[in-house]
């Protein structure tokens, strides 16, 4: 069961007196044997602390840093963003939500920068690329007929309905489960993608094989995510940890304070694209379809004209071609699957 899926893969500042400063305080600019033993001695501490300090900042960076995801093709997917449609003035027209939008100049977008596969900011260009960015970009071109004119509000998944309800964006667009819990605060346009949930393990861990070995264990998973109310569901008598961030989460797999995390399994193919060989996947995908939709003010005719658009990139074939450059190259996943039904 493990094995289907083991393939996808400061300075320091040191200051001290020493005796004979100058000539004109009356004491010998010469220095002494024991002036000389003092300065040597203040500088051998000085790069000391120097070298001592260096390291330190080296080890803390080492241990934030995040590993870099296998590279997306850039000029691939730069170039899909021009083939994407624009709407007519009538369709434009015919919403207020993509009213306000045309009329504001650019698309808010609520989002995330560190989603290696969905949506993942390059800071050598400053460019947002993966399948949730090239989504969004290629709505901001359907509105506003410039791919480029968006701007992204970082969310997370404790924070995806306050930014819509307060005002803050336009549209949420971050690997975003349809629930009817959301629902009651939101709406949603899509679905446009569907998942479900599986098991992460550290490399080599034959302890766990499936969601069915997580009684007794630690399983971390997301706050605010589906993950809490599956975990009670189909592994009920396992501890849980909640972390507000897929990093964070991971982390503490890593260190070994917990045994295991659940999220979804998509969301997973960052991890294995990241680090390969430091995780697995065990066992089999499990629950209830996850369906990501994109978040929209509460009873916003924004949902319709959403899904138009979403129908419109699925019959150009432009939601496949976005797969292949986004996940598909990048985890050697050959096939792209079927994109769900729309509405």
Do not use: H
């Amino acid at each position: 069961m493990k094995k289907s899926y083991k393939r996808l893969f400061a300075g320091l500042l040191i200051s001290a007196s020493v005796a004979g400063l100058t000539a004109c305080g009356g004491v010998s600019s010469t220095p002494t044997a024991s002036t000389s033993a003092t300065t040597a001695a203040v500088t051998e501490a000085a790069s000391e602390a120097s070298t001592t300090e260096a390291a330190e900042e080296t080890t803390k960076a080492q241990e934030v840093a995040e590993p870099q995801a296998a590279p997306i093709d850039k000029a691939a997917f730069d170039e899909l963003l021009t083939k994407g449609p624009v709407a007519s003035d009538d369709e434009i027209a015919a919403s207020e939500w993509a009213k306000a939008v045309k009329e504001a100049g650019v698309l808010r977008v609520g989002g995330t920068r560190t989603s290696q596969l969905f949506s993942q900011l390059d800071e050598t260009d400053n460019g947002v690329r993966g399948f949730d960015a090239g989504l969004y970009q290629l709505l901001a071109r359907y509105i506003l007929g410039d791919e480029s004119k968006y701007e992204i509000t970082q969310v997370d998944s404790s924070t995806r309905e306050s930014v819509l309800t307060t005002g803050q964006v336009d549209a949420v667009f971050a690997t975003y489960s349809i629930t009817d819990k959301r629902k009651e605060l939101i709406s949603f346009a899509g679905p446009y993608y569907t998942s479900r949930q599986a098991v992460l393990v550290k490399a080599g861990n034959s302890d766990i094989t499936g969601v069915d070995d997580l009684a007794g264990k630690v399983v971390a998973t997301q706050a605010g995510s589906t993950g809490p109310a599956i975990l009670e569901e189909y592994a009920p008598e396992a501890t849980v940890q909640e972390f507000s961030s897929d990093i964070e989460a991971r982390t503490a797999l890593e260190q070994g304070r917990v045994d295991a995390y659940v999220t979804d399994y998509t969301l997973m193919l960052n991890a294995l694209v990241k680090e390969t060989g430091k995780y697995e996947i065990a066992g089999d995908v499990f629950g209830p379809e996850d369906n990501y939709g994109i978040g929209l003010p509460k009873d916003s005719d924004g949902v319709e004209f959403v899904n138009s658009f979403l129908k419109k990139i699925e019959e150009e074939g432009l939601w496949k071609d976005l797969w292949k450059v986004s996940l598909g190259d990048r985890t050697g996943i050959s096939d792209a699957p079927e994109a769900p039904a729309v509405g």
